[in-house]
């Protein structure tokens, strides 16, 4: 009758007993995996944050020497950043935050720390595998890092790695040694991802806590349960893809090179099949993180549950339908640009869905502007500014004007900056509590918001303009085209911006890591919030759960009148009220 | 009274969906991960064929009955496997055991074919770097080759698991290695159509 859980019943209680290695490197427990794959990617997060700092450095004064850095990197040439390694420095900002730190951080270290917790489970479907996903990461961390020290350096050819560019050796300085790890890395990368996404699908549709019907997951497991889907349908042709570019660049097959009857265009199909969706893979999680913390800090249930679950699952369908706007320019049949034109602008209807029941939430709302909500709705606001600037983008007309300008980098940037990054700082301090037991200030939090939102804006909105001036991305040099020379104010605007931007990202990180030591004990449920990972301890125990819950309702009962308190958890039993729901106040307390 | 579910869920430590386990579940995705696999080699192989004038003749470079014995091989593997997975639900173990040990011969059998046919080819002087059909060919024919080879080692180990009297309790994971193997098997079906007949 009650709820009695022995410790016997607790299948991983021994595992205080293993030794350090098993419980903090090798580990199987999802809790720890997704802390390391948090640590990890935020190191590639200042890492190719660094990279962006020296790219908007050569942008707003080309070719002068570099004080500190230049000597430790450019020091060859004269302190100065040499031509060729511009694009190298290109590919690998874009390479490292997108597959280092993007993707791990959301689906690696979120997805592997919130999905059991939040379905009621002890752990993942497959510990092992789920330990091995983190430990090909590892490797891939490396082979790429490696790129930098072999002859030629990294690749160069962009994190797209357009052929023939990535598929002749002898085209660039980095399409030697370093475009080979670069594909090697990213087969590693992609297997992490594809092992991660079997565990989570596994895990989410199988493991969940009784009573938790798929209805009343909160967002975010929708979020990255989609996200997995999209992965796991998606990687393996980008994994076949750097196969055959790796075959024509080692054994003499011609795939992508027309020289041999292949054909380059080929590969932007293969890749684009894989990346458009990965776009999606970057922000849906951001997207369903967005929605909890929105709904928690605004007091109010979720407006539109089930409208919100069907618009990720559109998005992720339209995701795989629309990769050819990439490629308007590319000498497509105009019929079927039309048609790319057409599934891409479908895209705008979920997500003006998702957008409007995001305000409808907040609407009436009794507003809490802490750190993560502030991050939160820094989402909303950006991923707007990038969703529309997106659909410039996806008509055809216009599109061959903007593609390739900083109008495309600006979009991207708005979208993966200002919408997936602001979802992670608003996760790393909505979830903090939880994975390490105590709290991240929260004025600091504000502090770092409102700089990070502010410097944001003025680096990338600015693109918009470059970029309908015509200014071409993933040039080193603009200052010789009439046309362009008038821009390097802007630039140089931009790049204080940027230095701003990065060192707002320094109180960050001592936030995090000063309140790992000194912030306040957090308690089981300092949000208030309803999902069940605030019903256990904070950090939660191994086993997750004292007792496995039991689920009555979903995630979002806000200011429910069945209680007395604003907030109703999902695995809180009541006695009469929960039957007869809200038609009739229940006898308040 | 509320705590029987979850008291229910621990005492069960293979929790399942449908009547379907979570290795189940994660091999079908797995399968379904495979199958985006191949379709991102066997449609740059159409997208290249159809678009180059002249595509070798198969007929003419390859042998088509050789290679028609091998998927026959592979055809039968597939029975055998269908025949153990029967014996199994049966618990008759050994028998399982025998007929996943045949299973296995048949696959490697079938690699051996494959290696053959690759070294004749190779003699008359078609490698992996002669023309857009070399390419395609050893590529497809090796991941196909390299996935068999995969499964020959996995239903290897499940026979000796059988054998052992390993599967007494539950026969899973007969069934998985089988999933998989029917997979390889289908997947060659496909290839041998695009490859050699058409």
New interface residues.
């Given amino acids: ?5 022995p410790v016997d ?1 607790m ?1 991983l209680a021994h595992e205080k007993e293993l030794p350090f290695i098993r419980r903090y490197i090798f580990s199987t427990d999802h809790k720890v995996i997704g802390r390391q794959f948090l640590f990890s990617s935020l190191f590639f997060f200042f890492f190719g944050g660094l990279i962006a700092m020296l790219i908007r450095t050569q942008l707003a004064w080309p070719w002068r020497e570099v004080p500190v850095l230049g000597r430790i990197l450019y020091g060859a040439s004269g302190n100065i950043l040499s031509p060729e390694q511009y694009p190298a420095l290109v590919t690998m900002h874009g390479t490292i935050m997108i597959f280092f730190f993007i993707i791990p951080v959301l689906s690696g270290a979120f997805g592997n720390f919130l999905i059991p917790l939040m379905i009621g489970a002890r752990d993942m ?2 510990p092992r595998l789920n330990m091995l996903s983190y430990w090909v990461m590892v490797p891939a961390f490396f082979i790429m890092l490696a790129g930098f020290w072999v002859e030629g350096g990294t690749a160069a050819a962009g994190w797209t790695s357009y052929a023939p560019l990535s598929a002749l050796p002898e085209m660039l300085p980095g399409s030697g040694t370093g475009q080979n790890l670069w594909i090697l890395s990213l087969i590693l990368v992609g297997s992490a991802s ?1 092992m991660g ?3 989570y ?3 989410i ?3 969940r ?3 938790m019907h798929m209805f009343r997951l909160p967002m975010t497991v929708w979020s990255l349960l989609i996200t997995a889907i999209l992965v ?10 750097l ?2 570019l790796l ?1 024509d660049r080692t ?5 992508f090179l027309p020289a ?4 380059p265009i ?1 590969w932007q199909h ?1 890749f684009w ?1 894989y990346s458009h969706p990965a776009v999606y893979i970057m922000i849906l999680p951001a997207m369903g993180i967005a929605s909890d913390v929105i709904s928690c800090f605004a007091r109010k249930p979720l407006f539109g549950y089930k409208p919100m679950v069907f618009s990720i699952i559109g998005i992720a369908g339209l995701g795989f339908i629309v990769w050819g706007h990439h490629m308007f320019i590319s000498g497509m049949n105009p019929v079927l640009g039309i048609t790319f034109m057409t599934s891409t602008m479908m895209v705008a209807l979920p997500s003006a869905v998702k957008t409007f029941n995001w305000l409808a939430t907040l609407w009436g709302g009794q507003i809490q502007l802490t750190a993560p909500m502030l991050n939160a709705l820094a989402f909303v606001s950006t991923f707007v500014i990038g969703g529309l600037s997106g659909l410039f983008a996806a008509a055809t007309p216009v599109d061959i004007f903007l593609h390739d300008t900083y109008w495309i980098v600006g979009h991207i940037h708005y979208v993966l900056f200002g919408g997936s990054l602001f979802g992670v700082f608003a996760a790393v301090q909505y979830w903090y509590p939880k994975m390490f037991g105590r709290m991240m200030s929260d004025r600091w939090g504000r502090i770092h918001f409102i700089l990070t939102f502010v410097c944001f804006n003025l680096v990338f909105f600015p693109m918009f303009i470059l970029g309908a001036y015509g200014m071409p991305r993933r040039i080193a040099d603009y200052s010789g085209y009439t046309y362009l020379a008038p821009l390097q104010g802007i630039n140089q605007f931009m790049t204080l911006a940027a230095y701003l931007l990065a060192l707002a990202q320094v109180i960050l990180l001592v936030n995090f890591f000063v309140s790992l030591a000194r912030g306040k004990k957090a308690a089981e449920n300092p949000w208030q919030a309803n999902t069940l990972e605030w019903s256990t301890s904070s950090p939660p125990p191994r086993e997750n759960f004292h ?4 689920v009555y309702r979903g995630a979002y009962e806000y200011s429910s009148p069945a209680v007395a308190e604003d907030w109703l958890p999902q695995d809180r ?1 009541l006695e009469q009220a929960e039957r007869q729901p809200a038609v009739e106040p229940a006898p308040a307390d | 009274m509320e705590a029987t579910p979850a008291r229910h869920a621990e005492q069960h430590p293979n929790p399942t969906w449908q009547g379907i386990p979570t290795p189940k579940l994660a091999v079908w995705l797995f399968l379904a991960s495979e199958v985006m696999f191949f379709t991102g080699l066997i449609v740059p192989y159409l997208s290249l064929r159809y678009s180059t004038p002249n595509w070798p003749v198969a007929g003419e470079l390859l042998s088509v009955p050789l290679v028609a014995f091998n998927t026959f091989l592979l055809i039968c593997s597939s029975v055998t496997m269908v025949l153990a997975h029967d014996a199994a639900e049966n618990s008759r173990l050994r028998r399982a055991g025998s007929l996943l040990a045949a299973t296995a011969l048949l696959g490697a059998a079938f690699v051996g074919v494959q290696a053959y046919e690759w070294a004749e080819l190779m003699r008359e002087g078609i490698t992996v770097s002669t023309h857009l059909f070399g390419n395609t060919f050893y590529t497809l024919t090796g991941f196909h080759g390299t996935h068999v080879a995969i499964g020959v080692i996995w239903v290897l180990r499940t026979a000796l698991k059988a054998l052992r009297g390993g599967y007494d309790h539950d026969h899973l994971g007969i069934e998985l290695a089988g999933l998989y193997w029917h997979f390889v098997d289908l997947v060659w079906i496909i290839l041998f159509t695009l490859i050699y007949l058409i």
């Fill in positions: 009758m009650a709820v009695a859980q019943h299948p479907a497959f594809i996404a079997i565990n699908i596994t895990t549709v199988i493991m806590a009784p009573g796991l349908m998606g990687t393996p042709v980008l994994t076949s893809a196969l055959l075959f054994i003499g097959t011609s795939f041999g009857g292949g054909n080929l293969l099949f007792a496995l819950p039991v039993a």
